[in-house]
């Protein structure tokens, strides 16, 4: 029941995130051939959200969250332009260039979510809403989730929009491992725009300080921390 309480507040971060990354979208483009598509993925994640807030069980927070992920990269298919050969969110191994690049930015998010999970004392590994399999870090996963359009998918877009990532930067080897591979000066302005990011600043919804999203992701994980240790009853995802 615990578990399920902080998943469920996991998924409703990670759902508004996506609701309104989306939203800010169909603003700039809503007139746009995008448009249709933007529309019908605000509309549907909110649906997905209003669903996972009365979710009665992990398996089924789980299929509202991946309804919803169906719904936002759908409308991310539709922002792109044809050339980068995205038709959807695929990795193990990712087939295009924006799937690398969210593959790459979500490794980075991964390392810096599990060194803040360590840096309070907490078991990366025993997490909430991610399954617990050897191996995988459930918990760093589970904080991971409402950063991942915050932090990654945001920054991939506007390079993608803006030419500071072009398909140029990527190489087709024919690997049916490793189809696609980043070029070197690529990568480095990938990792350059993520950490930028993770130095703006936002208001945390508990203290209303204003801190840098590196600092956020530590507080979102003393979070956890206070929840397992008794000290608090809700988490308060960031939105």
């Known amino acids: 029941r615990r578990a399920l309480a902080i998943a469920r507040q996991v998924v409703i971060g990670k759902l508004t995130n996506q609701r309104l990354i989306m939203q800010r979208q169909a603003a ?4 746009g051939p995008a448009g249709g ?4 993925a605000v509309e549907g994640i909110a649906g997905m959200r209003t669903a996972a807030e009365k979710a009665e069980s992990l398996d089924s927070l789980r299929g509202y969250e991946g309804k919803a992920g169906a719904y ?12 980068w050969g995205f038709q959807g969110r ?16 979500y490794a980075l998010l991964l390392k810096d979510v599990t060194a803040a999970v360590q840096l309070v004392g907490m078991d990366p590994y ?3 809403f991610h399954v ?16 991942r359009p915050l932090l990654v998918d945001t920054v991939v877009l506007a ?14 080897t024919g690997d049916a491992k490793r189809p696609v591979q980043m070029a070197e000066a690529g990568m480095r302005r990938l990792i350059e725009g993520y950490e930028r990011r993770l130095e703006t600043t936002l208001r945390h919804p508990l203290s209303g300080d204003q801190v840098t999203y590196r600092r956020t992701l530590e507080l979102q994980v003393r979070q956890m921390a206070a929840i ?12």
């Open 28 to 31: 700039q483009r809503g007139a």
């Open 37 to 40: 598509a933007l529309r019908q």
């Open 72 to 83: 936002y990269f759908g409308a991310v298919k539709a922002l792109l332009d044809p050339r």
């Open 90 to 105: 695929a990795y193990y191994p990712p087939p295009d260039p924006i799937n690398a690049a969210l593959s790459l930015g």
């Open 126 to 128: 025993l997490g909430f």
């Open 132 to 147: 617990i399999e050897y191996g995988r870090p459930s918990l760093a996963l589970d904080v991971m989730e409402e950063f």
């Open 159 to 172: 390079m993608a929009h803006d030419g500071a990532l072009t398909p140029g930067d990527f190489v087709q």
């Open 228 to 239: 397992v240790e008794g000290r608090s009853e809700r988490y308060v995802p960031i939105e």
